[in-house]
């Protein structure tokens, strides 16, 4: 459980980082995204929305104009300044994180969020995840997979990229979006999961995710006239 000072102290570093991040949101000029893009323009249908976890910071830019939308965040320090940013801009939080390891997949609540999220998606309320496998950079992990699988709605990857940014050196390769830049935001196509799916099916949906979100914020900088 998080001691008051630390909960005190992820709120007032979430509500800075929203005020930066609609900052940079009003001070970036996104180029138009396709009309009809949107997963909420194609269909009313409630949605799982996918991105890497180091390009996750304009998700809310990307999600503008969504309807009950709900975010998986972790039970650590970010994760609590993270659904701070969230419910300020009116989405909902579910909190969990996956995992790898079987003796912390009850200390992270991964099962309870599963079907939280499971869900929250057959109730109508679309669900915002990071794809990367724990700790391991652009490999997708299954988790997504399974969740369309089990709920029967469609994942849509997305790319949500600027110009200026700061690019880090760190385990996820996070970009830090800056102000004042152009910004591309780019959504795939629906990809939906037959509920027979074996394992076998659920990896080389995942592999295909790995390669999809590569190209997908591969176009989206190209667009940008800025390479990475």
């Given at each position: 459980?998080?001691?008051p000072?630390s909960?005190?102290s992820?709120a007032?570093a979430?509500?800075a980082?929203?005020?930066?991040i609609?900052f940079?949101q009003?001070t970036?000029?996104?180029?138009?995204?396709i009309?009809?893009g949107r997963?909420?323009?194609?269909s009313?249908?409630?949605?799982?929305?996918?991105?890497?976890?180091g390009q996750?910071?304009?998700?809310?830019?990307a999600l503008?104009?969504?309807?009950?939308?709900?975010?998986?965040?972790?039970l650590?320090?970010?994760?609590?300044?993270?659904?701070?940013?969230?419910?300020?801009?009116g989405?909902?939080?579910?909190?969990g994180?996956?995992?790898?390891?079987?003796?912390?997949?009850q200390?992270?609540?991964?099962?309870?969020?599963?079907f939280?999220?499971?869900?929250a998606?057959?109730?109508?309320t679309s669900i915002?995840l990071t794809?990367?496998?724990p700790k391991v950079p652009?490999?997708?992990?299954?988790?997504?997979?399974?969740?369309?699988?089990?709920s029967?709605r469609?994942?849509?990857?997305?790319a949500?990229?600027t110009?200026?940014?700061?690019?880090?050196?760190?385990?996820d390769r996070?970009s830090?979006?800056?102000?004042?830049g152009r910004g591309c935001?780019?959504?795939?196509e629906?990809?939906?999961?037959r509920k027979?799916?074996?394992d076998r099916?659920?990896?080389?949906?995942?592999?295909?995710?790995?390669?999809?979100?590569?190209?997908?914020h591969a176009t989206a900088h190209?667009?940008l006239?800025?390479?990475?």
């Open positions: 459980m998080m001691r000072r909960a005190q992820a007032l979430g509500r980082l929203h005020a930066y609609a940079v009003r970036t000029r996104f180029k138009p995204v009309p009809g997963p909420w323009e194609r009313r249908e409630p949605f799982i929305a996918l991105t890497w976890h996750q910071m304009l998700s809310l830019a503008e104009g969504a309807a009950q939308v709900a975010i998986l965040t972790s650590h320090f970010d994760g609590t300044v993270v659904t701070s940013i969230v419910e300020r801009a989405f909902r939080t579910i909190r994180s996956g995992t790898q390891s079987r003796p912390k997949i200390a992270k609540r991964a099962v309870p969020a599963f939280q999220m499971r869900d998606l057959r109730d109508g915002l794809a990367d496998v652009r490999v997708a992990g299954k988790g997504a997979v399974q969740l369309a699988r089990a029967g469609p994942i849509y990857l997305f949500a990229v110009s200026a940014r700061l690019d880090l050196d760190n385990w996070a830090i979006p800056l102000p004042f935001i780019l959504w795939s629906p990809l939906y999961v027979a799916a074996d099916e659920i990896g080389l949906i995942a592999m295909d995710i790995s390669a999809r979100l590569d190209e997908l190209q667009s006239g800025r390479a990475r």
